[in-house]
């Protein structure tokens, strides 16, 4: 198994440009979970899902959309990116109330 | 206001001492409580978890932790440092279940040889 994967590892954008930040995860868990993380500060939850087709918001969902239309895929939109969007972004998954796996992280520039 | 804090933001070691990262929250009741590691440029790895029982919990890489209700704390200890050790740890309640985690800043520890 791969686990939890992130595409692209590394992203430069410029103000106002949109992205879409990749997450797959092959253990068939039915939770989905968004992280921002912000240089020297704990993770933030962004948005998570419970299931194919259910989404809902974390604690910092703003500037930020999900879709989940698969249990594997949970891809993350930034439609204007600002510089505040600058940071880690970590997507994890898990199954209901188990161990959340985490994949590597992709590091977002805003300019 | 509710808050997990670790309050040492950089802790450095000699190889081969033993550890202790604190970590306290302030919810109303017990939360599930965790502990990550994070290396340099990787995700996050769960090192060990309590959800209720046994207040001292066993993990990984001979790491353990003792929850302690009246202090609400969750610290980390391990009884002798090695180099691989070294990385960036955090501590993390989940007042509300999985969806609701919420993580401290991180403690940075820095191993010497």
Known sequence: ?111 | AQSVTQPDIHITVSEGASLELRCNYSYGATPYLFWYVQSPGQGLQLLLKYFSGDTLVQGIKGFEAEFKRSQSSFNLRKPSVHWSDAAEYFCAVAPGGNNDMRFGAGTRLTVKP
Not at chain 1, 44 to 53: F, T
Request: some cysteine; hydrophobic content about 30%; proline content about 5%.
């Open chain 1, 1 to 111: 198994n791969a686990g939890v994967t992130q595409t692209p590892k590394f992203r430069i954008l410029k103000i106002g440009q949109s992205m879409t930040l990749q997450c797959t995860q092959d253990m068939n868990h039915n939770y989905m979970y968004w992280y921002r993380q912000d240089p020297g500060m704990g993770l933030k939850l962004i948005y998570y899902s419970v299931g194919a087709g259910i989404t809902d918001k974390g604690e910092v969902p703003n500037g930020y959309n999900v879709s989940r239309s698969t249990t594997e895929d949970f891809p993350l939109r930034l439609e204007l990116a600002a510089p505040s969007q600058t940071s880690v972004y970590f997507c994890a998954s898990s199954y209901v109330e188990e161990t959340q796996y985490f994949g590597p992280g992709t590091r977002l520039l805003v300019l």
